[in-house]
């Protein structure tokens, strides 16, 4: 057959974009009962401070243990939950699954002082009722605010006015504290960048790629220099800046120079079970 799209448009038969499309649909309608049944797990991935090495936060980050198709990334089914709003209930799961590992490991090992940095979609940081969520998951699990930062995109807070700078701000005034993710591959208003109450900006991964050494194509290192401006911006708005991505000791070297803060990816260790964490914890950093 022939399926609408739109007013008046016509598509032709794609057996391809079918069996794609009906696989997306199954695992979308497969979503309600993973939650119901417990199938999604976190895993964490370190962040390290380029000073000393020391891991200074880990980043949670979802997946789905679906019963037939083994270990499934968040890219395949994340952008699912924000189309059919399950989002919302699989982020407060999110949150209260990190917060608690997190309370574990303060508990454990006060000194270490850990914060777990927790992805929230744009359609949950646009609910109000995001405030309360935070609020519960801190006051149920007893991790201090401090210890807590959330992970919006761009455009999640760069559109917000009125109603959603608002939210924010109540949830800076929890005590938490909230980073933009893969700052650079939106659209960024920095104007005003500077009214929002966020700490941290987070470097998405294709500039750190860019920087590694003797790039044929990038002999003007204009990628290293778009990180330095970066950098130097973040910087001139007391934010703290988190490198994505890093896979090489000749990138980690190039961030040190450049004055970032922070950093995570393959080199300083791949995300992996909370038990990784505790293994880490526990032995020298
Ligand atoms: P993100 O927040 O930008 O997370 C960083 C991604 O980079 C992760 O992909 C991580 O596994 C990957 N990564 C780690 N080290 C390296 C490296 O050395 N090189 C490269 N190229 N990549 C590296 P992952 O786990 O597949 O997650 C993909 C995206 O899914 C995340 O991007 C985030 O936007 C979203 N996501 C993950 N968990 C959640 C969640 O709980 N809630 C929401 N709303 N989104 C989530
Ligand atoms: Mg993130
Ligand atoms: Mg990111
Ligand atoms: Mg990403």
Not at 101 to 107: E, G, M, S, T
Not at 226 to 248: F, S, Y
């Amino acid at each position: 057959w022939a399926k609408a799209e739109g007013r008046g448009r016509w598509a032709v038969y794609d057996p391809e974009r079918s069996a794609r499309d009906s696989a997306r649909s199954a695992l979308a309608a497969g979503l309600p009962a993973a939650l119901d049944r417990s199938e999604f797990v976190l895993h964490y991935q370190p962040i390290v401070s380029l000073l000393d090495g020391r891991m200074t936060a880990v980043e949670a980050l979802v997946r789905w243990q679906h019963p037939e198709l083994g270990l499934i990334g968040p890219d395949r089914f994340i952008g699912l939950a924000e189309e059919t709003g399950l989002i919302v209930r699989l982020g407060e799961w999110v949150l209260r699954q990190a917060c608690q590992d997190a309370q574990r490991w303060h508990a454990e090992f006060p000194a270490a002082r850990l914060v777990v940095s927790v992805n929230v979609a744009a359609r949950q940081a646009d609910a109000p009722a995001i405030v309360d969520t935070v609020a519960d998951a801190l006051a149920s699990t007893g991790l201090p605010a401090e210890l807590l930062q959330l992970e919006l995109t761009e455009s999640a807070v760069m559109g917000s006015a009125g109603e959603p700078l608002r939210t924010l701000h109540r949830l800076a005034a929890l005590g938490v504290r909230l980073a933009v993710d893969d700052f650079g591959t939106g659209y960024s208003n920095l104007a005003y960048l500077r009214r929002l109450p966020i700490t941290c900006l987070k470097l998405a991964g294709p500039f750190v790629e860019g920087i590694r050494d003797n790039e044929p194509d990038d002999a003007d290192h204009r990628d290293e220099r778009i990180v330095d401006a970066l950098v130097r911006l973040a910087h001139a708005l007391e934010l703290w800046v988190t490198a994505e991505a890093v896979e090489t000791e000749a990138q980690a070297e190039r961030l040190r120079a450049l004055r970032c803060d922070t950093a995570q990816g393959r080199l300083f260790g791949p995300p992996g079970p909370p038990q990784e964490i505790v293994t880490r914890l526990r032995g020298p950093m």
